[in-house]
């Protein structure tokens, strides 16, 4: 079953790949790794997921939000790679998690999108990760996720 099939059956449509917000591009190649830029919860263009978890959110809303982080991620390593099939594994999360004083459940929402990963790549997804709490966030976003992924030779 390809990534594609994957997405599909678990009832999910990869968005185009989201524009950058500032001056930097969505994604960098150097060599067999794209790394993206962080990706914020947008859907339809939209911010979905604003504000500090455990403050306005729930580790339930943060996971979500990552889930919505990594679906844009992998739209960005599609545009990247041409094909997900291009993609030998993923190899790195980054989280960052807009997270209020006292919130320790940063490695809780991260699963998120580590869990999409999984679900979408298999055992292509062999990533190590970082989760971090932030006091504040581009445009307030309750997640930003960077990803580092191998990609074939060629393409």
């Known amino acids: 079953m390809t990534a594609e099939d994957r997405l599909k059956a ?3 449509q990869l968005p185009a790949a989201p524009a950058a917000v500032a001056a930097y591009r969505p994604w ?30 729930s580790v339930e809303d943060g996971q979500q939000a990552a889930r919505l982080c990594a679906l844009n ?7 990247a790679a041409g094909d997900l099939e291009n993609i030998v594994q993923i190899v790195r999360l980054e989280g960052n998690v807009h997270a209020a004083p006292g919130f320790v459940d940063h490695p809780q929402v991260l699963n ?11 055992d292509r997804n062999r990533h190590s990760r970082t989760a971090l709490g932030m006091a504040s966030m581009p445009l307030g976003a309750a997640v930003q996720l960077s990803v580092w992924a191998e990609v074939l030779d060629g393409v």
Do not use: C, H, W
């Open 10 to 12: 678990l009832g999910l």
């Open 28 to 57: 960098s190649r150097v060599g067999n790794l794209v790394i993206t830029a962080g990706q914020l919860p947008f859907r339809d263009g939209t911010l979905a997921y604003a504000g500090r978890l455990g403050e306005q959110l």
């Open 73 to 79: 991620a992998i739209a960005q390593l599609k545009s």
């Open 112 to 122: 998120g999108a580590s869990l999409l990963m999984q679900e979408v790549f298999g």
